[in-house]
């Protein structure tokens, strides 16, 4: 099955991360009947520099014509707020990628890098986070003047209506019993007419338990009760801010992968941690958020739930014999990038062969 695959590497660390994750696609390549052609697609801040656009015209149309986008992380020191970003931003809204999944498991093998105490752990922690990813604050209406600046938030009934639908539909094919959905509904319209909309379509969905929560208890409760979540459905901006807390539960923001999903359509996966310009040209990323985004293309895009579990499993096998420096162990063995990315590979080579 041939598949056309955009890649944008990126600044900073996405240029480290990146060839971690063609490394399992060409092994997928090997191994299964799929036949990837990569296409890069340059974007980001180095590109601005050189002709002032993060996302030139001809990036877009290679991601436009292709089957999936692979992205790492974009930015660099010294530019102006946002510039890098718009990027980002642009592939959003002109793909109309308006899911953002974004999965929060704590594996096994890194409950003691978890900053929770045993007893907040419980059970574990997986959760899926679908941020709406079109609309709200990011829809970019809105100016800054010397004194003054403002954004607005505006939610329509067709974009709230598409998100929460695709979250029940998720949550049931995940088998879950319970959807959240996260608001501030005491204080914001659109909230308010979110979780009317939410409430008519968990009408029609008895056999899931929906329950709403207003952000703030949501931030205290993700810390205190992580496993009791399952799916949760929020607005944009929320879904940028949980995201980020629900990543560090999980040992490492390296850890933690996306898909800006439009169904059917062609969708981009990114892990969810920036450029890093501290760390980058070290070799000391984590290139496993990039590894579990290749999961989630094999099985968002490409519709093959068992393959995207295999390469999970093969991140679980290899936790236990070497990691990268953000999730080290004092008897593991620490691993380079590059290392990392070499045994995930192994270890999703014998599982292939099976
Ligand atoms: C994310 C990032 C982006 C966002 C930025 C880089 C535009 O923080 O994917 O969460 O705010 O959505
Ligand atoms: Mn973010």
Redesign the pocket.
Known sequence: MKKIIAVTEGDGVGKEVIPEGIKVLNLINDYMEFDFEFKEAPAGGAVWKQCGESLPEKSFETIKTSDALLFGA?GIPGLPQGVA?IA??NIRQGLDLYV?LRPIKLYGALRDRCPLKEEFIGDGIDIYFVRENTEGL?KNIGYLKDDEAENIMRYTRKGCERIIKYAFEFAKRKGHTKITSVDKANILKPSQLWRKIFHEISSEHSDIQAEDIYVDAFCQWLIRTPYSYQTVVTGNMFG?II??EGAFLIGSLGMAS?GNIHPGKVSMY?P?H?SAPDIAGKGIANPIGTILSVKLMMQESFNNQDLGNEIENAIEDALNEGRTIDIQNPSIKTLSTNEMGDLITEKLKIRLKK
């Open positions: 974009i970003e980002i931003l953002n990011y940028d995201s980020d996306s990114e969810i920036g």
